[in-house]
């Protein structure tokens, strides 16, 4: 009976056909139009980069559907409407400076890195760090650096910056992230226990104090504190 098993998976292996995946690329621009994205330079980089190339092999088939994929250690890669969203709310310039909290598999760090001068993006898992790591040189964007350590401490070394993104949620918005943000920036992150409804929020930085705005309920993994 193994042998038989072994025999069908080999032969479902080799006949199987590799996806298109421009087009299912362009199916996945498609909806997100029709979810309501409308920055044309959020939808164009997203037309052009990999999406499947930062995804586990086992669910790589699923790349461009509009749904979050597990990527290991407990973490996921949002789905392709919330990765549209948080950017587009960012409103990103081509000389802003921005650093992202929650690396995971640095497809929404390589969306940001398309639209901007330099990324630096924290991982806290070292695993997932290293992985994107490798993937986002092998994609060549030279203007990403991957950091291994703690978001909540932020990366001082190159604040203060014209966006923060966090793609992991913290109960409450770290005040470190908050001093590391210029005055007028922007910094997007949902908020919320793991266990009640997360909320979405912009918040922009002005000289009067915080403005901060809801867009829309969603679940996130938690953000990791080091011990």
């Keep these: 009976m193994k042998f038989k098993v072994l025999f069908l998976f080999l032969i479902s292996f080799l006949f199987c056909e590799t996806p298109n995946w421009d087009k299912e690329r362009q199916k996945m621009i498609e909806k997100l139009k029709e979810y309501g994205i409308r920055n044309q330079k959020v939808?164009?980089?997203?037309?052009?980069?990999p999406r499947h190339k930062f995804i586990p092999e086992y669910y790589r088939s699923y790349a461009?559907?509009?749904?979050?994929l597990p990527i290991g250690f407990n973490q996921t890669i949002s789905q392709p409407y919330i990765v549209a969203l948080m950017t587009e709310?960012?409103?990103?310039?081509?000389?802003?400076k921005i650093l992202e909290i929650g690396t995971g598999s640095g497809y929404q760090a390589a969306v940001l890195g398309k639209l901007s001068k330099e990324v630096y993006?924290?991982?806290i898992i070292e695993e997932l760090c290293s992985r994107s790591q490798k993937i986002l040189k092998e994609l060549q964007f030279n203007n990403i650096q991957v950091i291994c350590g703690d978001g909540y401490e932020g990366y001082k070394e190159k604040a203060p910056y014209d966006k923060i993104l966090l793609t992991a949620a913290p109960k409450e918005?770290?005040?470190e992230l908050l001093k590391q943000l210029k005055i007028n920036g922007i910094l997007v992150a949902?908020?919320?226990?793991?266990?009640?409804?997360?909320?979405?929020?912009k918040f922009t930085k002005t000289k009067e104090g915080l403005k901060k705005e809801s867009v829309i309920p969603v679940r996130f993994v938690p953000m990791i504190k080091k011990k």
Excluded: A, F, N, R
């Design 173 to 175: 918005l770290p005040e």
């Design 43 to 49: 939808l164009s980089v997203m037309s052009e980069i």
């Design 190 to 201: 949902p908020i919320g226990d793991v266990k009640e409804i997360q909320i979405l929020y």
């Design 89 to 96: 709310l960012l409103d990103i310039q081509p000389e802003d």
């Design 121 to 123: 993006t924290i991982e």
């Design 64 to 68: 461009y559907e509009d749904t979050p």
